[in-house]
């Protein structure tokens, strides 16, 4: 495949050291780039506040998960015990509110844990079968000991020579395109 | 450029100085209302000061729970805020046990069983002896202060001594004294809560009550340790030694508390409700009469659902202006708590608010006296343990150590000390 034919996903920037990992991420952010993302063999204390990341939004997944499970099991309970099929049971009363939290707790407990995984999934974009770093040769240093840091050609800032240039000089030992 | 986002410049430390007259004014002003309320009524005297004496006693527990808890994880985030701790945990002696005084001399009136002619045609009395005796009831108070004391004391000597030489062999010894601590704590702190509170309704028995007691404790104590902790980082006194993550800390224990005091709660309630056995549900049917099932109410909402949705949020933890509230709020809370506990006793038709002042008058003098003697033990000694060798842990640096998991070896730490280094970019 010729390299006119082939559409560049983004650069990818080689370091050697997480301080200059960080601080050339710090840069990146500094200057507001978008779409990147950092590669590291370990999690990096510092690394989220160094790229800017904000708070993970699964929060609201589980939330919404949560109290979706909590008002189903109560709604639940009611329906069955109290409104399609009225039982007495041990004299109390048709729908307890106390009775129904230990299941609907329950309901919230799961739903709230589909919501925080299936969100962090959507959120993630996964599962997907492939992914352009992946053929990428070096790439699988990142799993070693190198550090990477890919800006996408989908970045509102990027420009081919200007990013190369910039990540150059952030203190990259090596910058390559990656094909999509 | 270094690592870390440009801190902002400081703010100036918070001036105090107006506040100083509080604690005699909070004295002044409740001990006319104590005297007045000692004249006009002394058995609404006897429960109001009950009701404020668990309310401060929560305090002096919680806070010796949280120094015991810190040495049983070998924690290191919370060393800085150890210190005030131990001192809030003294606060058992000498002013908690003055302050019982007035239970133990008006125990007889407050305490119906105490009132019974002959326990042993009293079935519900008569299956709790020797514990509801008189010679129990005053042996369960000395053994529980004594205890409490004991701790308290130790616990905070070991660490002043440590202050002088910083050796290591004071945290293995706070670690052992808190290892058999943590025990007679439990044991001490659910006889205090069932003969002084439970008691007061001796007929009526749940084994959960203790910990119900417990749960409210640490959580109100926390209330009040994200304050003081908050109030002595603004001062400066802290600054140096506090990192975000002990708000973040105090803040999430806060809400594990929140969850599990109404998990606690919400279980004595449930199971007394699903078995309803007469002997148990009577003290749960007095409390959903007249006004008290509006108490009720507040305590659903207001010490859990409010606080757990507020405290839902990690950055709202970090927040001053957001948990300043929240933690005068765990006061409100946790009296209501008590208040829902004692009152129902002599006002089994609602809350009493036209005694209502009585109860404020309490809390103001036992407050102030409190506050007074917690100001000058704070004053007297160095405001955190400054040679504890995890200190600099809770700063939030790292310490470059071999340790029996990296083989003796230093790898890998020190390429993440150059994280750190502002100019180090290569090996």
């Known amino acids: ?180 | 450029m270094s690592a870390h986002a440009p801190s902002p410049p400081l703010p100036p430390p918070l001036d105090l100085s107006r506040w100083r007259s509080l604690p005699n004014r909070l004295i002044g002003i409740g001990a006319v209302g104590v005297l007045l309320g000692l004249v006009l009524n002394p058995l609404q005297f006897g429960y109001s000061w009950l009701t404020v004496f668990m309310f401060f006693l929560s305090l002096g527990l919680g806070a010796l729970f949280l120094v015991m808890v810190h040495h049983l994880f070998d924690a290191g985030w919370s060393v800085p805020i150890r210190r005030f701790c131990e001192h809030l945990a003294n606060l058992v002696f000498p002013w908690l046990l003055i302050f019982f005084l007035p239970i133990a001399l008006l125990a007889p009136k407050l305490y119906g069983w105490m009132q019974v002619a002959d326990p042993h045609a009293d079935h519900a009395l008569h299956a709790k002896l020797p514990l509801f005796t008189r010679p129990g009831f005053y042996l369960v108070a000395v053994l529980c202060f004594a205890i409490w004391t004991w701790l308290a004391r130790r616990l905070r000597a070991a660490s002043l001594a440590q202050d002088q030489d910083g050796a290591a062999r004071h945290t293995l010894r706070m670690r052992r004294l808190s290892a058999g601590g943590i025990f007679l704590f439990a044991l001490t702190l659910t006889l205090a809560a069932i003969l002084w509170m439970k008691g007061l309704m001796y007929e009526w028995f749940s084994t959960m009550y203790g910990v119900y007691y417990f749960a409210g404790s640490v959580w109100m104590t926390l209330g009040t340790v994200y304050f003081i902790t908050m109030v002595l980082k603004r001062t400066g006194t802290l600054a140096p030694v506090l990192h975000e993550h002990q708000f973040y800390f105090i803040g999430s224990l806060m809400f594990a508390f929140t969850v599990f005091y109404a998990y606690i709660h919400f279980s004595q309630y449930f199971i007394i409700w699903n078995a309803n056995l007469p002997e148990e549900t009577f003290w749960y049917v007095l409390r959903e009469k007249g006004t008290w099932w509006y108490v009720g109410l507040v305590l659903i909402f207001g010490h859990f659902f409010l606080p757990f949705l507020a405290m839902l949020r990690i950055d709202l933890k970090l927040s001053f202006a957001w948990m300043t509230p929240l933690c005068a709020w765990t006061w409100v809370m946790h009296y209501v708590d008590m208040a829902f506990n004692v009152h129902p006793v002599l006002h089994p038709n609602g809350y009493p608010f036209h005694w209502a002042w009585l109860d404020l008058a309490c809390a103001a003098l036992m407050g102030g006296l409190l506050l007074r003697a917690f100001l000058k033990e704070f004053a007297a000694h160095p405001p955190y343990p400054v040679k504890d060798p995890r200190l600099s842990e809770a700063m939030g640096y790292v310490v470059v150590h071999p340790s029996p998991i990296s083989g003796g070896d230093l790898d890998e730490v020190d390429e993440l000390n150059g994280a750190v280094e502002p100019n180090g970019g290569t090996r």
């Open chain 1, 1 to 180: 495949m010729s390299e006119s034919v082939s559409k560049v996903y983004g650069l990818i920037a080689e370091f050697e050291t997480p301080a200059a990992t960080m601080r050339a991420a710090e840069q990146l952010r500094d200057l507001g780039f978008q779409r990147w993302d950092v590669f590291s063999p370990y999690p990096v204390h510092g690394m989220d506040q160094a790229m800017g990341l904000k708070n993970s939004k699964v929060g609201w997944f589980s939330f919404i998960g949560g109290a979706t499970g909590y008002t189903l099991g109560m709604v639940m309970i009611w329906w069955m015990n109290a409104a399609d099929y009225p039982i007495v049971v041990g004299g109390k009363p048709f729908f307890s509110p106390f009775s129904a939290f230990p299941p609907s707790y329950e309901l919230t407990i799961l739903l709230g844990a589909f919501g925080a995984l299936f969100g962090m999934l959507f959120l993630n974009r996964l599962p997907r079968l492939h992914h352009p770093l992946l053929k990428h040769r070096r790439f699988a240093l990142a799993s070693h000991d190198r550090f990477f840091i890919v800006i996408e050609t989908a970045d509102p800032k990027y420009q081919p020579e200007a990013t190369r240039k910039l990540l150059e000089s952030l203190g990259s030992t090596r910058v390559e395109p990656v094909e999509e």
